[in-house]
T-cell receptor
Framework: GDSVTQMEGPVTLSEEAFLTINCTYTATGYPSLFWYVQYPGEGLQLLLKATKADDKGSNKGFEATYRKETTSFHLEKGSVQVSDSAVYFCALSSGTGRRALTFGSGTRLQVQP | DTGVSQNPRHKITKRGQNVTFRCDPISEHNRLYWYRQTLGQGPEFLTYFQNEAQLEKSRLLSDRFSAERPKGSFSTLEIQRTEQGDSAMYLC????????????????FGSGTRLTVV
């Protein structure tokens, strides 16, 4: 079945550091890929998405490129801020049938001033 | 439209009691999903509706769980005879899937209902 593997946290960075959170997936067909963010006490918010190979999703300075050959969708940001501290979830949707999301276990990011 | 609304935000119940949660999706969305998220894990799919029809239930959804979506609007998730293992965040999400099967998925999540079984 479908699965998502992302790097374990917590990831602790200083403000303005470069961020990479790795995400790899296993899926049948051609899934759509997502990054969701969950701030403390809040629900999941869509951060960015990509629906086909080589697409780059971007939002709020975050980027991720859909790499079919390596089945990866790594999240990057050039300069993190304290306000980016949250839990980040990589997810996929298989694109057929129920189209429910399959999530990774999440990576907690802590940015220190 | 204020997004997906879930009530209550928090629920503490004694083991063996029944609980019911409500989800109000975005009005024009025809799909509604329930997920469960335990501490330190990503959300796991429980069930989903297309309009009023419940189309799939995960193996995670034991016989003690039941979900409804009357008239294709709001949905309820009931847990009977709660157990401590049911303690989790229950998330609802909605989306619009067109008959042509658009790949531009717009899932919107609610803030969740946190259940604590004591």
């Amino acid at each position: 079945g479908d699965s998502v593997t992302q790097m374990e946290g917590p990831v602790t960075l200083s403000e303005e550091a470069f961020l990479t959170i790795n995400c790899t997936y296993t899926a049948t067909g051609y899934p759509s890929l997502f990054w969701y963010v969950q701030y403390p006490g809040e629900g999941l918010q869509l951060l960015l998405k990509a629906t086909k190979a080589d697409d780059k999703g971007s939002n709020k300075g975050f980027e991720a490129t859909y790499r079919k050959e390596t089945t990866s969708f790594h999240l990057e940001k050039g300069s993190v801020q304290v306000s980016d501290s949250a839990v980040y979830f990589c997810a996929l949707s298989s694109g057929t049938g129920r189209r429910a999301l399959t999530f990774g276990s999440g990576t907690r990011l802590q940015v220190q001033p | 439209d204020t997004g997906v609304s879930q009530n209550p935000r928090h629920k503490i119940t004694k083991r063996g009691q029944n609980v019911t949660f409500r989800c109000d999706p975005i009005s024009e969305h025809n799909r509604l999903y329930w997920y469960r998220q335990t501490l330190g894990q990503g959300p796991e799919f429980l069930t989903y509706f297309q309009n009023e029809a419940q189309l799939e239930k995960s193996r995670l959804l034991s016989d003690r769980f039941s979900a409804e979506r009357p008239k294709g609007s709001f949905s309820t998730l009931e847990i009977q005879r709660t157990e401590q293992g049911d303690s989790a965040m229950y998330l609802c999400a909605s989306s619009l899937v067109t008959t042509k099967g658009s790949r531009d998925y717009g899932y919107t999540f609610g803030s969740g209902t946190r259940l604590t079984v004591v």
